[in-house]
């Protein structure tokens, strides 16, 4: 818990994700001198302009890739970072991500049904939506019991659900053509931004809107939700019914992100740690202080993605390979405490 | 004022733990629940409170002729808390204020006042900025007091509070209650398996028998070495060391016969020349 609440703290959340958001403006495989594309983004008033023969090109380079992806990376990690920050809070556990209810799985379940069925297009996305939160609802239907501790139920609700959900994946696999369609899928499913377009940003931008002002406006009451339901309600908290609020919100979100990038993992259950160390564990700094590091460390692993190599590395592959090690590296220095 | 419980019956499943219980608590009043494990202390506890669903009878906080909910009035303080992040104390007692904070709400400058009050009147400010789960089990109790607190409660419910404490932080948290009830008001109701502090501190005692049957019995008279041996199923002596300022109470178990054949019969009472100090009953 360093830096605990100084203004060094906020210093480095209100300068993290604008430089970031520079980084990836400003970094790609076609070279943009940093000057040139302020020019472009601020419509002439600064910076050097281009010369006029690659004016178009710039032009495209900036509005058509660069400036979707990276407002698609911000917004994807920053849901991301939020409701995993959110699930660990309500779960009262730190091992979970927004995936342990099986949107994640069944979002992409939709979608590579949607590739087979109408090749990779937004109706392939909308149906990943629709399944997303059809599988809420088949979360909801599995878990009304009414014996024994209510977040095991929908933790094994999950893993049920997530169980489900791969399994109608590998089915869709091995139906799938392999010379065109299995592909597509393959590489759908490891996660990238490299087809961001304004529509994907309005969709996950409208979702964030919608279960991020949910999320935020409740982050208080998270810590009294993670005390458990019985002292929740002691203390005047409906924990049952908040609860499938926050789930509520964080399915919008997962659903409208996966369908968007596809299957990124990590993300969501890294960030609210490294949140925890900088701002401590109390919710109402942790998920605004999780929501940006989500968002930054999104752009900086895009980044990374489109320019360590001549061809692009998926994000899925990336955030787990650098996720992994940052994950080794907290439980040797928290050994496990998470506190 | 009061809390008012009337002909409660409560259970799980098909199975109804209590029943028939009636008592009332008054503010400044301490008032003691007793009875072996597994009589339903708890669940007593739970269902005035609203966390469960009554049987039958009714629950209720009086007021101004008015009847209210006994949640609303209570703070409550659990047998056990699972605290699962690295929450500050100052933060742990802010959660008391929940019921004050609107839903989509942050706690206000009055939350904060209130939960540094809560600090104050249980005296330890000191441990404002100190993790939560780095403190001692006394320090613990002593902050899920302060929580109870922070929602400015008439009445105080607390689960066993004295549990795992040492005599130390079992007197401290005595001395508070005690302070609470009489020096500030408060209505307060608390499950304890030391009768020794109920004859020390408590205005009254509610006895739970493991046959069902509710009692609610004045202190010191009520509780006696009958009431206390069927209690708990165990002769008991009951004594009063005199050669002290306040004398303090003593109960001491006789020889249990226990389970098994062979034990034999208990020894009625224990030998005056044995006691160190004269015994002030019989």
Redesign the interface.
Known sequence: ?LLRRGPSVVALFATLPVAALALSLFAGRYPVPPGTVVHVLTGGLIGPAPAPADAPVVHAVIFTQRLPRALLALLTGAGMGLSGAAYQ?IF???LVSQDVLGVTQGTAFGVVLGILLFGLSPAAQLLGIAVGLGSMALIMAMSRTRAGDPRLVLILAGVIASALWSALIALVKYVADPNDELPAITYWLMGSLSAASYGDVARVGTALALGGAVLL?????L??L???D????????PATVLRWLVIAAVTVMVSAEVAATGVIGWVGLIVPHIG?MLV???H?RLLPAAMILGGSFMLVVDVLARTLTAAEIPLGILTAMLGAPLFLALLQRTGGG?? | MSLVVRDLACGYGGRTVIAGVSFQVQPGELVALLGPNGVGKSTLL?CL?G?MPLRRGEVHWSEGGRRLPV??MAG?V?QV????????VR?VVL??R??H?G?????GPRDQAAAAAALRRVGIEHLAGR?F?ALSGGERQLVLIA?ALA?EPRLLVLDEPEAHLDLRHRLAVMDLLRRLSRDEGLAVLFSTHHPEDVLWYADRALLLFPDGEARDVPVPGGLDEDALARLYGVPLVRMRLNGWGTPPWVIVPGRWQGHSPEAHAPEAHASEADAPEERSRR
């Open positions: 818990m809070g009262r556990n730190p406006g409740l982050r208080w009451r810590n009294v993670s005390l458990g019985e002292e929740a309600r002691a203390l005047g908290v925890r401590g564990p109390e109402g998470w506190r | 739970r409170l966390l949640a609303g409550y659990p808390t699972a605290v699962p992040f690295a929450y500050s933060d959660m008391g929940a019921r904070v839903l989509f709400a942050l706690p993790p789960p929580r929602a």
